[in-house]
């Protein structure tokens, strides 16, 4: 019954996707859903983009061995980057009517800038769409009780994702978002509900997991030691996922500038709500049976909020929790499918062959999809880290090349494109350099980079210019050639 549910919700979610997918005509409707979005699917698509396998999966396991201080990336950085794109970001981008975030770097600097950052972009949606692939692997093993292998889960998941995301794009992709909100939101509060009253309430939890020092946050001495790689994990969340074109594309696709800001700001504030009930789950679970997740925990812990749930719980909540849990990663997989299939498509391939029509320019999007879904796949099938491992090393390539030309081109008029350039070689080159010839236990390389990064990037945009500066975004206007 249980595995049936699951088959029959994911049919359910391809006729759906492929019904929307009717109305998609042209290269706006694909990327950006022709902007059209109300504020409850902006709300559901911001939220249901980044409550994926690593929230449910990852964090909840994490929090299981390391406590509060071990998640401190996702859900407190993740959460906040979504809450400042909205407040900071979004207004500025929303005016622009542009198609990706790789556009606001041409518009800003020039055409190497967009291509470098957009590679730099594409190139991190590697591991983060790993992470959702592989989760989905695993959901099908264990409802299967081994009998559909990781791998071929893995296949099976990617294949219905793929379906309802290269026909319809972010307008399949935002409706089924808004589903899927529904079904993580519901599952998720009746699955707490019958742990809360399986442990004997809530406060029971809380209480047990701050005897047990897993309430700790901040690191707990005033050393250097502690408190760089403590920042270092928090901004690379923060930071490294705002110059992302998944959360470029919610921002733009929202009907107006208010819709696009209100929809981050609340998606953001619901994804740090609701991320904490699988933690609640997760730790619940060690209660209940601590003979049986202890070891587990020390074994694979990212199998203890699955395994209670297959076992300690009636069908109907296993079915609930399932449904959304497949919902969180699919939502999450078909937006990183789209993001970096968009993104090349607009900033590299139609650099190259800039004489293409809207027609044209929407097969390569749907082609590119094609494309990453099968590298996405077999870098999933080949890495060896863990869901969460790979959706926190996502965003550092983005941090240190990405950000700071996105941030200072918005904040400070000043900046040039020489600066842009230097800003990202040196970022680049200095994340390496830390990362291969002098690493630190206290300096995260990539907290390094950004630092480096956005000095160069002030020094280099006030010294005497050798890179021409021609930008056609001037005071916040677009001025065409």
Sequence with gaps: MLLASVIGYLLLSVIVGLYVARNVNTTADYAVAGRHLTLPVVTATVFATWFGSETVLGISSTFVKEGLHGIVADPFGASLCLILAGLFFAPKLYRLKLMTIGDYYRVRYNHFVEMFCSACIIVSYLGWVAAQISALGLIFKVLSDGAITQQWGMIIGTVVVLTYTLFGGMLSVAVMDFIQMTVIGGGLLYVGWLVADMTGGVAVVVNHAEAAGKLRFFPEEFSYALWVPFIGAFVTMMLGSIPQQDVFQRITSAKDEKTATRGAVLGGSLYFCFAFIPVFLAYGATLIKPEV???????????????????????????????????????????????????????????????????????????????????????????????????????????????????????WKRATTQGAVASIVVGIAVWQFSVHVMPSDVWPPQLLGLVCSAMTMILASLLPQWIPHRPLLRDGVLHPK
Excluded at 360 to 377: A, D, G, N, P, Y
Excluded at 383 to 409: C, D, H, K, R
């Design 293 to 411: 997740f202890g070891p587990l925990i020390e074994q694979d812990s990212q199998m203890v909020l699955p395994t209670f749930i297959l076992n300690y719980t009636p069908i109907f909540a296993q079915v609930v929790f399932f449904g959304a849990l497949i919902s969180a990663i699919m939502s999450t997989a078909s937006a990183t499918l789209l993001a970096p299939a968009v993104s090349f498509s607009e900033n590299i391939y139609k650099v190259i062959f800039p004489h293409l029509d809207d027609a044209h320019l929407l097969k390569v999007m749907r082609v590119s999809v094609l494309v990453f879904t099968c590298m996405v796949l077999a870098f999933a099938f080949n890495t060896e880290s863990s869901i969460f491992e790979m959706v926190e090393a996502a965003y550092q390539v983005t941090l240190v090349a990405a950000f700071v030309p996105l941030a200072f081109g918005l904040y």
